[in-house]
């Protein structure tokens, strides 16, 4: 049973979120920093550089990155997050790096989407704390450096954000930037699994299932797993299998083993499709079947 941890994947659930909280309260801005950020941003990429309002700037930024009001343009996006995010604006800033990771209207770079990840992050925009938190887990654009990484999931766990929990929860389990203390794990994970995190929802599993940081549980094991493999979680689909099949937390009932086995198969789980091919072998919770068997185990023996 292992530890999940987010992997640095732009999730288009943070831009819908940008997107949605401009069309409810607008385009408000912090006042602008340092010229650090004008002397470091790439020159404007797309004519010559005319800067107005930040605000305005930004809006207009969104409308092209939408395609609302304006034809959908992401170079033109990028050049007016850009002329906004050098005058301070943080929700510029932060669209301006995401376009950066993912090469939309700019040319892909990390370093730069770092960069302006950090500008936002450090007026206390919690999806950029978030990034900064995976970049520097990862190495990716800085130094790999696991006690910048804690440090930015901290101010980013600390506005609510459950992918930043989870991240901080996993570090605490591995004393990574931290010292190794589970009940700060078993918190943090708690917190994010009850904000529907599938992967904070099979670690707090696991904890229950191992009793570390909690106290030994395979209801509750059972029950953070369910909740979890509900959102295709496939190790936790696995582990919710493996516990019907036990009949740890829940009556053992082979039928809906495999059930959860051949959920978690489905999508290339390696221990579910070996436990899949026992089931076939051994007319478990299915008739035995030889070739399925084989065709199962020769998947999981071939990943």
């Not at 996006?77 to 050098?86: H, I, P």
């Not at 499709?273 to 089931?279: P, V």
Request: hydrophobic share 35%.
């Amino acid at each position: 049973m292992e530890i999940t941890v987010r992997h640095r994947v732009l999730a288009s659930s943070n831009i819908a979120l940008i997107c949605a909280l401009f069309a409810l309260a607008g385009c408000a801005t912090h006042a602008a920093g340092p010229d650090t950020a004008a002397q470091l941003s790439e020159p404007p990429m797309v004519g010559p550089s005319t800067p107005g309002d930040a605000n305005a700037e930004n809006s207009l930024g969104m409308a092209f990155y939408q395609g609302i009001g304006v034809p959908h343009d992401y170079p033109k996006a990028a050049a007016k997050f850009n002329e906004s995010a050098v005058q301070g604006n943080e929700n510029a800033q932060y669209m301006l790096a995401t376009m950066y990771v993912s090469g939309k209207g700019v040319a892909p770079n990390d370093s730069y989407a770092d960069y302006w990840f950090e500008q936002a992050g450090n007026q206390g925009n919690v999806l950029a704390q978030n990034d900064l938190g995976d970049a520097y887990t990862f190495g990716r654009g800085v130094p790999q450096s696991d006690a910048e990484a804690t440090s930015w999931y901290a101010k980013a766990a600390a506005q609510g954000n459950a992918d930043a929990q989870n991240s901080l929860g996993y570090d605490y389990d591995a004393g990574k930037g931290v010292p190794q203390d589970y009940a700060k794990a078993a918190d943090l994970f708690k917190e994010s699994a009850e904000q529907g995190n599938p992967k904070a929802q099979h670690n707090l599993g696991n904890y229950y299932a191992r009793g570390v940081g909690v106290p030994q549980s395979y209801t509750q094991a059972v029950y953070w797993w369910q909740q979890s493999a509900n959102q295709g979680n496939t190790d936790a689909q696995d582990n919710l299998g493996n516990a019907y099949h036990l009949g740890q937390g829940v009556p053992q009932d082979d039928t809906k083993a495999v059930y959860w086995w051949l959920e978690a198969a489905n999508q290339g789980s390696v221990p579910a499709q070996y436990s899949l091919g026992n089931a076939y072998s051994l007319g478990q919770g299915v008739p035995a079947d030889a070739k399925t068997a084989a065709y199962w185990l020769l998947l999981a023996a071939n990943p």
